[in-house]
């Protein structure tokens, strides 16, 4: 007999380290692009103050990525130590993503950091460019695989249960990747990360501009990073309108729950904004609707 109270302690421990390691994760996404464009600048006009620029961003790259990396270390063992028979059931579709993420994507950008930060006066200016950009792909590649796994687990599609083993088994791994639920949890996670870090860029460069501090290094550093800002922000809009789709389309009963919708209603139906869900009655109650939304 399961004793409930594990699992729930289990389910809140790993939220709660889910949770922690997503602090990190958007900034890695977006701030490793925005160095490589930072870098580019310095390599082409070859001006010491973009140099300092991508240095001073690269250290507290190097920080968050430090901590990123130890957060999902631990959140990774928690898939053995909490989900132990979760992960031999689905072990050979789920396991493969990640394990792909770590041999690829993650070896890549591990690799490639060190000479990043600490290979300024070793490598050529070019040189030490491709690295930045290797980081950066690395961290974005992560990104792919693990919301690969993430995608089937919310759409388990190429993938059959064997009887006999009792196992879920891959049957068509190009469908596990291209999964649209994945697909567009991809893109929509990776834009909103680069949204986040240009907003981190600003209100530091703001804070200088403020203070008097570093003026013609916050002018540039917020330059970049308003840039680079307008363009996330207009793409999350449009990509995170497909991932709505990609919820209606493939998790209807998902979509539901999260409306706290008991009954089809006939088009248009109202929107939930507030309420707490009761499962006795199968009814919201205290709930405040925006009808015809």
């Given at each position: 007999?399961?004793?409930m109270?594990?699992?729930?302690?289990?389910?809140?421990?790993?939220?709660l380290?889910?949770?922690?390691?997503?602090?990190?994760?958007?900034?890695?996404?977006?701030?490793?692009?925005?160095?490589?464009?930072?870098?580019t600048?310095?390599?082409?006009?070859?001006?010491?103050?973009?140099?300092?620029?991508?240095?001073f961003?690269?250290?507290?790259?190097?920080i968050?990525?430090?901590?990123?990396?130890?957060?999902?270390?631990?959140?990774?063992?928690?898939?053995?130590?909490?989900?132990?028979?979760?992960?031999?059931y689905?072990?050979?579709?789920?396991?493969?993503?990640?394990?792909?993420?770590?041999?690829?994507?993650?070896?890549?950008?591990?690799?490639?950091?060190?000479?990043?930060?600490?290979?300024?006066?070793k490598?050529?200016?070019r040189?030490?460019?491709?690295?930045?950009?290797?980081?950066?792909l690395?961290?974005?590649?992560?990104?792919?695989?693990?919301?690969?796994?993430?995608?089937?687990?919310?759409?388990?599609?190429?993938?059959?249960?064997?009887?006999?083993?009792?196992?879920?088994?891959?049957?068509?791994f190009?469908?596990v990747?291209?999964?649209?639920?994945a697909?567009?949890?991809?893109?929509?996670?990776?834009?909103?990360?680069?949204?986040?870090?240009?907003?981190?860029?600003?209100?530091?460069?703001?804070?200088?501009?403020?203070?008097?501090?570093?003026?013609?290094?916050a002018?540039?550093?917020?330059?970049?990073?308003?840039?680079?800002?307008?363009?996330?922000?207009?793409?999350?809009?449009?990509l995170?309108?497909?991932?709505?789709?990609?919820?209606?389309?493939?998790?209807?009963?998902?979509?539901?729950?999260?409306?706290?919708?008991w009954?089809?209603?006939?088009?248009?139906?109202?929107?939930?904004?507030?309420?707490?869900?009761?499962?006795?009655?199968?009814?919201?109650?205290?709930?405040?609707?925006?009808?015809?939304?």
């Amino acid at each position: 007999m399961i004793d409930m109270a594990v699992v729930e302690l289990s389910r809140l421990q790993f939220a709660l380290t889910a949770m922690y390691h997503f602090l990190f994760v958007p900034l890695t996404l977006g701030l490793a692009f925005m160095l490589v464009i930072m870098e580019t600048v310095y390599v082409i006009t070859d001006r010491p103050i973009w140099r300092d620029i991508t240095r001073f961003w690269g250290k507290v790259f190097g920080i968050n990525f430090a901590i990123g990396v130890a957060t999902g270390i631990t959140m990774e063992f928690e898939f053995g130590m909490n989900w132990a028979y979760y992960s031999h059931y689905v072990g050979d579709v789920f396991g493969a993503p990640l394990a792909i993420e770590g041999l690829m994507a993650f070896f890549l950008e591990a690799t490639f950091i060190g000479l990043m930060i600490f290979g300024w006066d070793k490598l050529s200016k070019r040189q030490h460019l491709l690295t930045t950009f290797m980081v950066a792909l690395g961290t974005n590649l992560s990104a792919v695989w693990i919301l690969v796994a993430n995608g089937w687990m919310q759409n388990p599609i190429g993938s059959r249960f064997n009887p006999e083993t009792m196992r879920m088994e891959v049957v068509d791994f190009m469908a596990v990747v291209f999964n649209p639920v994945a697909q567009a949890k991809f893109v929509h996670t990776v834009s909103a990360g680069y949204v986040l870090a240009s907003v981190f860029v600003l209100g530091i460069s703001s804070w200088y501009l403020l203070k008097g501090r570093h003026v013609e290094f916050a002018k540039r550093s917020f330059a970049v990073a308003a840039a680079f800002g307008l363009a996330s922000s207009l793409s999350v809009v449009v990509l995170g309108d497909e991932s709505g789709y990609a919820l209606t389309d493939n998790q209807r009963m998902k979509l539901a729950a999260i409306e706290g919708a008991w009954h089809t209603e006939p088009a248009p139906a109202g929107l939930s904004i507030f309420g707490i869900p009761s499962n006795e009655g199968r009814e919201t109650k205290y709930e405040v609707k925006i009808p015809y939304v």
